[in-house]
Structure formats: structure tokens, C-alpha cells
Nanobody, 125 residues
Framework: QVQLVESGGGLVQAGGSLRLSCAASGRTVSIYAVGWFRQSPGKEREFVAAINWSGSSTFYADSVKGRFTISRDNAKNTVYLQMNSLKPEDTAVYYC??????????????????WGQGTQVTVSS
């Protein structure tokens, strides 16, 4: 089993920045791909970014390219999502997910092995 705990969410003004963390424990998560998803009220959960086990491959949703950066520190079993130039439309609950295989925006979410509980990000205009 893998346990994922997100942190770093909060309230920020438009144009500001936040860094989310996804701390993993359990099995050897350093060999898992990890990614971020988000869900706004009334909308389906959507892919944001993903990173492979080594950090050598990353994928981003078009809506966050150039603003968000995903990274990982396997020594700390933690994956980060640096979010810059935040917009009100980035407001959502952000979830991290871990999976043995790398995933992208086209991977069915039901296929992903582990999920965290989410952290709220609110961007005010």
C-alpha cells in the first residue's frame, strides 16, 4: 500500500504562487510515477501534471503549461507542484496520485493505483 498526503494549499491572490507537496509513505514510492489532478465545484476531476519515477519525464495540461512545474525528491518521498501566476480558474481541490506506470491526461483515472485526500487551493481575483 501507498499512502499519499497533500499539503500546501491555501488562499492566494491572482498572480501569486503556491507550492503543493505530496508526501508518500508505504511501499517504495520512489519507483512510482506521481501526478496532480484538480476538481472544481460542478466539474469533473482533471489532469494537471505528472512526473515519472526518475523525474526525467514530465507532462502538463495545456492550461497550466508555463505556469506550473512538477518535481520530485525521492530521498524525501515527496512530489511538488510549484504553481506560479495563479488565476481564479485554478481554484480547486488538488489531488495527487501515484501509479507504477507513468500516466498522462489520456490515462483513465480509475486505472491509477493510489490517491491522496486533496488540498484546497483558492485564488481570489
Amino acid at each position: 500500500q501507498v499512502q499519499l498526503v497533500e499539503s500546501g494549499g491555501g488562499l492566494v491572490q491572482a498572480g501569486g504562487s503556491l507550492r503543493l507537496s505530496c508526501a508518500a509513505s508505504g511501499r517504495t514510492v520512489s519507483i512510482y510515477a506521481v501526478g496532480w489532478f484538480r476538481q472544481s465545484p460542478g466539474k469533473e476531476r482533471e489532469f494537471v501534471a505528472a512526473i515519472n519515477w526518475s523525474g526525467s519525464s514530465t507532462f502538463y495540461a495545456d492550461s497550466v503549461k508555463g505556469r506550473f512545474t512538477i518535481s520530485r525528491d525521492n530521498a524525501k518521498n515527496t512530489v511538488y507542484l510549484q504553481m506560479n501566476s495563479l488565476k481564479p480558474e485554478d481554484t480547486a481541490v488538488y489531488y495527487c496520485a501515484a501509479n507504477p506506470l507513468l500516466f498522462t491526461n489520456t490515462t483513465p483515472q480509475v486505472a491509477l493505483a493510489y490517491w491522496g485526500q486533496g488540498t484546497q487551493v483558492t485564488v481570489s481575483s
